[in-house]
């Protein structure tokens, strides 16, 4: 069983840094790729980031360029999201996806993770 678990969301302060690890299991994760979607309250779910667990090669949605970092270690099957200056608007609960049907920017991922909370106050 392909399962995705997620950890290290929580509350912040503005300016503060976070990372998120997700952690995968139930399969080979190397030759696809990993992403991380987020999903505010009354909003669609939003492209954040993506790594190709292979080659490392990253990709990142416009609002978080220069602020949010992924990468991966391949020996564990997880991947990270480094947040750093963190802003009320990043508030959302983050997924961690893998294996895209299609575009990486899309939501339609094979699997994804159960989601963790993160809560930016100002």
């Known amino acids: 069983q392909v399962q995705l678990v997620e950890s290290g969301g929580g509350l912040v302060q503005a300016g503060d840094s976070l990372r998120l690890s997700c952690t995968a299991s139930?399969?080979?994760?190397?030759?696809?790729?990993m992403g991380w979607f987020r999903q505010a309250p009354g909003k669609e779910r939003e492209f954040v980031a993506a790594i190709f667990m292979a080659t490392g090669k990253t990709y990142y949605g416009d609002s978080v360029k220069g602020r949010f970092t992924i990468s991966r270690d391949n020996a564990k099957d997880t991947v990270y999201l480094q947040m750093d200056s963190l802003s009320p608007e990043d508030t959302a609960v983050f997924y961690c996806?893998?294996?895209?049907?299609?575009?990486?920017?899309?939501?339609?991922?094979?699997?994804w993770g159960q989601g963790t909370q993160v809560t930016v106050s100002s």
């Open positions: 139930g399969r080979a994760f190397t030759n696809t790729f």
């Open positions: 996806c893998a294996f895209p049907r299609g575009s990486i920017y899309i939501a339609q991922y094979t699997y």
